[in-house]
């Protein structure tokens, strides 16, 4: 019989106890659990740590099993699989210098340097069979810890200066090793028990990366790859991607008219065509309707914005290096930002004049545009742009008024995602690194106030959450809608966040009830997020198919021939006093053209108007998607068309 300080208490998800001896593996206690649930395991989460599945555990600990179905459980499978990539490319490219490779939300890369060595997508299907080969020999990861002396010493040996640089910034005691068959890495983990577990893999993409981020540094090849337990699972995320790519909101932004790049204008600065401006326009309207009822006011603040401003709020100390840089003037003691955020200029609006109790909650809004030099490298059409607006506000709000105006603010996101279908997202609390506080502003006690105000208010909306250190905004905690797109990637479009800090740097006061003078609190909100954003995961999740109410163009009228083009205009204007949009086609093309065009170019409705409709005083109705619809009278059209629009 095992001693009884042998045994330690095992508490599973479902918050059964069971005890196993010490030592156990979470590869152990799955197999007392059932087989097929051991074959399954990829790693175990111990005390909210994800670790080996084959790693002892020496106390009493919860303990969840992760396999595939597990998000933690991919992104193990994915980080075991870069490191079966660099041993594959170790095997066919003697010589190579191995930078990261961490696991990201479909796949993994590594950042490699060849030496000069060539390589392109024809290398890939060598690299793919040669993983592929290695995953066969289903070797082990095993975990070795490893002092720095020794850790150094392995890595001058083999030449490596890029894992000589990861070592700078590791304390000893605190690094370790991970090998499988003739690959050893610098790595903290986790892996998967052995390579078996890759059946499938696939590189997707190459392209160049800077190391550590920076230009200054040499550039590295990055090879995007992706890796399933089953060949299955992979060739049916490549028909996914596939359809995907129809949906690419580049390509149907240029197909559709909506948006535009220019090399002259500047990289990451979309020019917005008259179709995307009239959809902007509807969302902004869509928005502020729904503001003015919340009791939102608006306001209108300046593209720049002095550099003193940005010091006051942080920003400049932040992110001045990353951003554009200062505008000069003609004085020597001027200079000005592009504008980064809207609060700054938000806060010098609520010191216009002084506030009493009585005045707050303070609702200011703004679709106001702000600029960010992304790397040239992140930039991806409308989704990581450097010039984009925000639909932004900010709420200043006695304390005991923060939980009320969060959770408002939280119903209002809700409606505008259900307004557009947007179905699939998530709610994650982000929170401050407590492991490197020096990224933020502000003291512990209001961090840990904002925090709490955050997580309350979503529990008592019963809202499903998850928890991310380390994403907080340096001046304060967020809660971040993350939408999935047709790919099931996710992105980051509303956000409401919490902020104690910047009234007090812009020394902000009202007056309260006892007279006294209080400092507000600071609700930051964007139910869209970046427009630029938001409009491209609309045209992606819509395939460029959008609500009725939204479309550029509601309605092509097409006469079938050059006689009805009076009838056809006079239709049109008659359909516009009802704030109906669209065009007539006038052009010399056969009717059968006209609709294929039509149903190209997304347009809901198509009136097709001959001599029958012209002398009856009707339409031929034909809805996208639906078909023919039949003869109608004008009124009826408007009729069925206006109940659309109000679904």
Same mark, same amino acid.
């Given at each position: 019989?095992?001693?009884?300080d ?10 059964s106890?069971? &005890? ?15 087989e097929?649930l051991?074959r399954?395991?990829?790693a ?12 002892? /555990?020496?106390e ?12 933690e459980g ?7 699989s870069?490191?079966?990539?660099a ?5 066919l ?6 930078? /990261?490779g961490?696991?990201i939300e ?5 950042d490699?340097?060849?030496g000069?060595?060539?390589?392109s997508?024809?290398d890939?299907?060598?690299v ?21 002396a =020794?850790a150094?010493?392995?890595f ?8 000589? =640089?990861l070592?700078?910034?590791?304390d000893?005691?605190?690094?370790? $090793? ?10 903290r983990?986790p !892996?998967?028990?052995n ?16 190391w ?7 550039q ?9 337990p089953?060949?299955?699972e992979?060739?049916?995320y490549l028909?996914?991607?596939e ?5 690419d ?7 559709l ?9 500047g990289?990451g600065?979309?020019?917005?065509l008259p179709k995307?401006?009239m959809?902007?326009e ?6 502020r309707?729904?503001?003015l009822?919340a009791?939102?006011?608006?306001v209108?603040?300046?593209?720049i914005?002095?550099? &003193?401003?940005?010091v ?6 932040k992110y001045?290096?990353d951003s554009?840089q ?18 700054? !200029?938000?806060?010098e ?11 707050l909650?303070l609702?200011?809004?703004?679709f ?11 930039l991806?059409?409308?989704?990581r ?10 709420i ?6 923060v939980?009320?105006?969060?959770m ?8 505008? $995602?259900?307004s557009?279908?947007f179905e ?8 401050r690194?407590?492991?490197?506080k020096t990224?933020?502003?502000g ?9 709490a ?5 979503a529990?008592e ?6 928890m991310e250190l380390?994403?907080?905004?340096f ?15 996710k992105?980051q ?5 919490v902020?104690?800090n ?12 006892d007279?006294q ?6 609700? !930051?909100?964007?139910p ?5 954003r938001?409009?491209a995961?609309?045209?992606e999740?819509?395939?460029?198919n959008?609500p009725?109410?939204?479309s550029?163009d509601?309605?092509?009228i ?14 049109f204007?008659?359909?516009q006093?009802?704030?109906?949009r669209?065009f ?7 009717i059968g053209?006209?609709?294929?065009d039509a149903?190209?170019a997304k347009?809901?409705?198509m009136?097709i ?5 012209a ?9 996208k998607? &639906?078909? =023919?619809?039949g ?5 009826? $059209?408007?009729?069925? $068309?206006?109940a659309?629009?109000?679904?």
């Amino acid at each position: 019989m095992i001693a009884q300080d042998e045994q330690i208490r095992v508490t599973l998800p479902d918050g059964s106890v069971r &005890q196993y001896p010490k030592g156990s593996t979470g590869l152990e206690i799955a197999a007392q659990i059932s087989e097929g649930l051991a074959r399954n395991v990829l790693a175990a989460k111990v005390n909210g740590v994800v670790q080996d599945a084959t790693r002892p /555990i020496e106390e009493d600990a919860n303990v969840q099993l992760l396999t595939w179905n597990d998000t933690e459980g991919k992104a193990t499978f994915w980080h075991s699989s870069a490191h079966l990539l660099a041993e594959a490319l170790e095997a066919l490219y003697p010589g190579v210098k191995f930078g /990261i490779g961490p696991a990201i939300e479909t796949g993994f890369y590594y950042d490699v340097d060849l030496g000069g060595q060539p390589f392109s997508q024809e290398d890939f299907k060598k690299v793919e069979d040669k993983m592929l080969e290695l995953a066969r020999q289903k070797e082990q990861y095993i975990r070795k810890p490893m002092s720095k002396a =020794d850790a150094i010493a392995y890595f001058e040996e083999k030449g490596d200066p890029y894992k000589l =640089d990861l070592l700078e910034g590791l304390d000893d005691g605190t690094i370790t $090793f991970y090998s499988q068959g003739n690959f050893t890495d610098l790595c903290r983990g986790p !892996h998967i028990p052995n390579t078996g577990f890759i059946k499938a893999a696939k590189l997707m993409n190459v392209a160049g990366a800077y190391w550590r981020g920076n230009e200054k540094n040499k550039q590295l090849t990055r090879i995007y790859a992706v890796t399933y337990p089953k060949q299955k699972e992979l060739d049916e995320y490549l028909f996914l991607l596939e359809e995907a790519k129809k949906r690419d909101h580049r390509k149907l932004g240029k197909e559709l008219e909506l948006f535009a790049f220019s090399e002259k204008v500047g990289a990451g600065l979309p020019l917005w065509l008259p179709k995307g401006t009239m959809l902007r326009e509807r969302l902004e309207n869509f928005l502020r309707k729904a503001q003015l009822r919340a009791g939102y006011s608006p306001v209108v603040t300046p593209h720049i914005g002095s550099k &003193q401003l940005y010091v006051t709020s942080g920003h400049w100390e932040k992110y001045g290096e990353d951003s554009f840089q200062p505008i000069k003037t003609p004085d020597p003691n001027e200079e000005f930002l592009l504008k980064p955020m809207n609060c700054p !200029h938000h806060c010098e609006i609520y010191k216009t004049r002084p506030r009493s109790y009585r005045d707050l909650p303070l609702r200011l809004a703004e679709f106001g545009t702000v600029y960010r030099y992304e790397q040239s490298g992140e930039l991806h059409g409308l989704t990581r742009v450097r010039g984009f607006t925000q639909d932004d506000a900010h709420i200043f709000c006695r304390p005991d008024q923060v939980k009320d105006e969060f959770m408002k603010v939280i119903d209002l996101v809700l409606y505008v $995602f259900k307004s557009l279908g947007f179905e699939d997202y998530s709610a994650q609390v982000s929170l401050r690194d407590p492991e490197n506080k020096t990224k933020y502003i502000g003291s512990d006690e209001l961090w840990e106030k904002a925090e709490a105000a955050i997580i309350e208010s979503a529990a008592e909306k019963g809202l499903p959450t998850v928890m991310e250190l380390g994403e907080a905004a340096f001046y304060g905690p967020k809660l971040d809608f993350m939408v999935r797109d047709a790919l099931g990637r996710k992105w980051q479009l509303g956000t409401i966040q919490v902020d104690y800090n910047l009234p007090n740097r812009f020394e902000l006061e009202y007056i309260g009830a006892d007279n006294q003078k209080h400092r507000p609190v600071m609700i !930051h909100r964007a139910p869209f997020g970046s427009m630029e954003r938001f409009i491209a995961i609309l045209i992606e999740n819509s395939g460029g198919n959008f609500p009725l109410w939204l479309s550029p163009d509601q309605i092509a009228i097409l006469p079938i021939s050059e006689k009805y083009e009076d009838y056809a205009n006079d239709l049109f204007f008659s359909l516009q006093e009802h704030d109906i949009r669209g065009f007539v086609d006038l052009r010399d093309e056969k009717i059968g053209r006209k609709i294929r065009d039509a149903e190209v170019a997304k347009v809901p409705y198509m009136l097709i108007v001959g001599e029958k409709e012209a002398a009856d005083g009707k339409v031929s109705v034909r809805r996208k998607g &639906q078909g =023919d619809l039949g003869s109608m009278s004008v009124d009826e $059209f408007i009729k069925t $068309f206006q109940a659309e629009v109000k679904l």
